[in-house]
């Protein structure tokens, strides 16, 4: 029985996607990359304005120095996974756009991306 199955038939949300067999971002990991840019442009602004020890400002520090550790730290493992986690999910980058940028099939990009979401959620929940 596969993950997303078993998940449902105990009566839990299945948060992770599956693709055939692979562990992919959760949702919320997904929602947290979708927001960093947004937080990050808010902290910076924050940071202009407010003394440093507002709390508004060092919540979203913390937010985004998560997303910044763990991307730096996919750097580690491969720089393009980081690259295909970046454009993708936070700068919102066309899957076509991506492929070409980097000089890869499509067929390419897909292997690589369930590659780089895997490590991604690996290093972001502490696996």
Known sequence: MGM???????????????????KVLNQQSIADLREYKRKAARA??????VVEDDAELMALKAETGKIDE???????VNVRYAEIIKRRFIDGD??????????IARKTYDRWRKR????FEKLYTGL
């Open 4 to 22: 997303l199955a078993k998940a449902a038939a105990d009566g839990e949300q299945a948060t992770k996607t599956e693709v055939k067999g692979v």
């Open 44 to 49: 910076k602004l924050l940071s202009r304005y």
């Open 116 to 119: 780089a979401e895997t490590e």
């Open 94 to 103: 066309t899957v076509d756009e991506i492929a070409s940028d980097l000089c």
């Open 70 to 76: 763990t991307m730096e730290a996919l750097r580690t």
